[in-house]
């Protein structure tokens, strides 16, 4: 078991691995060429939690389980598509000549491959941003829609709750706060002064912890 995944385990509540059949995972060697380490073992560890790659962006497999994708819609000379924004608005990607690496950089592309961009510095990296960006979509107490928040109440929200291992360049940059290990806020950056704000839980108690730390440093009124 890769020790990079361990938080993603404990965030999804995985007792044991829930991989990929082996014979996709063959067959997305035969696509690729070859598989970098970190990215062949997120599929034998967690490349078969629905929840995890195919809630909110998609993971893509040959048969496209999730989302619909497959992978062998995606093939441009130099770089190797494996995960997708729900719209394909984004995709990420290896470079080919990286993909003897075992943690490469992730790449990413708005524009079908006309330009790419480095979004994260390594394999691991992208795909824990990643499942932390869809447990915040997939867990079932939700403040369920974006809240509008600004850098000072970031800072006062920092001071609050304790930083998961998370970050990284994901869409205009993402960050992610961890008050308790099933439950995950998350602030999405764009290139204004007010950013996106989303927070759930798996326990109602401590959402509705958090929710009543969060409404006040937003301002927001309580109900009684």
């Known amino acids: 078991m890769n020790d990079n995944y361990q938080n993603i385990r404990e965030l999804f509540l995985l007792d044991a691995p829930v991989p ?3 014979e996709d995972i063959e067959q997305i060697r035969k696509q690729f060429g070859a598989i970098p380490k ?25 048969d496209g389980k ?3 994708y497959h992978l062998g819609k995606f093939n441009y000379p130099d770089y190797c598509v494996f995960y997708v924004e729900n719209q394909c608005v984004s ?24 330009t790419w961009h480095k979004t994260c510095d390594s394999v691991s990296q992208f795909l824990t941003s990643e499942a932390y960006m869809q447990a915040v979509f997939s867990k079932e107490y939700s403040n369920e829609e974006f809240y509008e928040i600004t850098n000072e ?14 970050d990284s360049d994901l869409y205009h940059g993402v960050q ?3 008050p308790y290990p099933d439950t ?6 764009n290139d204004g002064e007010v ?20 409404s006040e440093i937003l301002g927001f009124e309580q109900e009684e």
């Open 20 to 22: 990929l059949p082996e």
């Open 38 to 62: 970190a990215l062949e073992d997120y599929y034998r560890f967690c490349g078969g939690c629905a929840e995890m790659n195919g809630t909110q962006d998609f993971l893509l497999t040959p």
């Open 66 to 68: 999730y989302g619909h």
């Open 91 to 114: 995709e990420w990607a290896v470079k080919k000549s990286d993909l003897n690496q075992e943690n490469p950089p992730v790449y990413e592309t708005y524009d079908s491959g006309e």
């Open 153 to 166: 109440q970031i800072q006062i929200l920092a001071e609050k709750f304790p930083r998961a291992d998370a």
């Open 176 to 178: 992610f706060f961890q």
């Open 184 to 189: 995950v806020i998350m602030i999405l950056y």
């Open 195 to 214: 950013f996106d704000l989303l927070y759930s839980s798996d326990s109602e108690e401590h959402f509705e912890e958090i929710d009543s730390i969060i």
